[in-house]
């Protein structure tokens, strides 16, 4: 069986409808015959023939024989998919995983477990760090990984990416081309939980967030429909996209805009403990100078590895110089002694397997965000509670890692129409912490987590006392105890409560679909 509704035909019927301003999803939509324009009879499909009529019993068996039956046993797996960085992911059992290689696939999909009211989960490149944010237990975990479109546009303004990739594989295809994409830092880590939930890129201090630059998105909606969403077409939408994570669609195509990029300085650097408050202090300014020149990416990492305290940084800048007459951003950290030392110029591929050898998939993990207002002592003060803390955990390496969000940052978040993360210029700069460890035994589960919670529970517990406190969490590198959602503000989970009502008036990427950060509370609570 085979769809012949073209997307040309989907875009053309919500056109339609939007001139005749009718709801996006009729009131009387019949899920039945939605897929009849998909392709699928379900009176040929036995299962799905007694659907019809009775309601479901046993949703996700009927939904996983029948995405076999209509697709081939080659697509639809009774093992979870292979590739998940997380070993909690990777522990997950679904009822089938399936791996659709087209929009229209993925629109059955959705249709399928509406009918059948099987619950699903979505995974890209599988790096959430939690069960249940990319793998779903005795339901359908839909790998997108067979999705691996690359495709420049004629005029290499924007590229195709398809949510099978990982960021490695698009830095890969662009780099003859001297062009690169605001995106991620690992090689390994995907594209679409990244940039669905903002997307910090060695670029973001010129360019903002991965989410913030991005042309269109060619999305399937909640009643399997398939449109292309840009600053132009679906506003609202597009808004709510930048930074709402997996409540308003599956993202089958992103349309990144393309920079130029050629070769970058790039230095990875291991430092003793005691220039932790010099490589703070050096952090700080770095933040303030984005102002004057935003082509550095940097961090600073404090952790603690079997007994020994260390701190390291990352630096990237846009253009190679002589280190011997470093620009003025860098001559600060570029002052402070290492340990150990790697500098080179390298294309912004090259850079990527770094982080994710420094984060290996096959372990048990953690991740936990917080962001502040920019306060060095603060740091300080947080980098020694984790030296304190951290032998007590029993994590392979405890770490907490700062990143900026910098003024001219903040202010590239605000283009075409902004992104519904809630961060204003006007209180920033922010920095934003990011707790993360892995570990072996699910026995230490409990008190890993509490830990970690206790760490951040600390450290806001101190930045009040400094004034420094920001509600805002990261969502990518956020824990299933944070309540992500309600730190992007009143108004902004008002509005996109609102959009999904207007594009999913029945909650399918809430109820059938209910992994990961959604608009109310923290995914699993906020009591370990
Ligand atoms: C080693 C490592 C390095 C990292 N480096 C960075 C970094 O440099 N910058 C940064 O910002 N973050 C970074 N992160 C965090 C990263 O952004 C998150 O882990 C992110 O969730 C990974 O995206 P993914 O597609 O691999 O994850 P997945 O687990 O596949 O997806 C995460 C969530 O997004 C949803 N989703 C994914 N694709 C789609 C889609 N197409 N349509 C609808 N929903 C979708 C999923 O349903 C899931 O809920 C890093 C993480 C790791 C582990
Ligand atoms: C949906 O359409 C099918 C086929 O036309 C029909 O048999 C069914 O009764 C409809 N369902 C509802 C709920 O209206
Ligand atoms: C990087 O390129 C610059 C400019 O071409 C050059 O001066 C510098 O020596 C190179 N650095 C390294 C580490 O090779
Ligand atoms: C941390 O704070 C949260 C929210 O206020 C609370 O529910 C939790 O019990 C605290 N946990 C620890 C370990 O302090």
Redesign the pocket.
Known sequence: MKGFKTIAAYVFVVATLAAAQEPFEPLDFNVTEALFENGIDVTAIPDLAGLVIRSSLQGCSIACNSLKLVFGGSKVSSSPPVT???NQ?SEVEPYCTFSPSSALEVSTLVLLARLTQCQF?????????FPG???IEGGIT?D?AN?KERKLSADKKTIAVG?GN??LDVYSFLTPYNLAVV????A???????????????HTNHYG??CDNIASYE?VTASGVMISVSENSFPDLYWALRGG??N?????T?HYETLSQGLMFASKRNYAQDHVPALLDAFGNAVVGAERDTKLAHFVAVAYFSGMTIASTEFEYFTPFDVASPPEILKEYLGIPTLQASTRNMTLAETTPG??E????GFR?T?WSQSFRLNVELMKRMSDLLFTNAPGIPCIAPSVTFQAFSKPALKAMQKKGGNALGLSPDDGPFFHALF?CSWTEAKDDKVVLKAAQNYINTSITFAKEMNAYNDYM????SSPYQPVMSGYGADNVARLKAVSKKYDPSGVFHTL?P???KFDGAPYGTTI
């Open positions: 998940y960085w997380s992911q989960a979505v995974k890209s490149g599988g790096h959430a760090a944010a990319s793998s839909v997108l999705m949510p990982r960021w995106g991620g830092r690992a390994s880590v995907g594209v679409g939980g990244l940039t669905l939930g903002g997307g910090i890129s060695h967030l991965a999305l994570g997996n308003f669609g599956i993202v089958t992103f982080l994710s420094t984060m290996p998939a993990t991740m993360y990261y969502m990518p590198y679909q992994g990961y950060f």
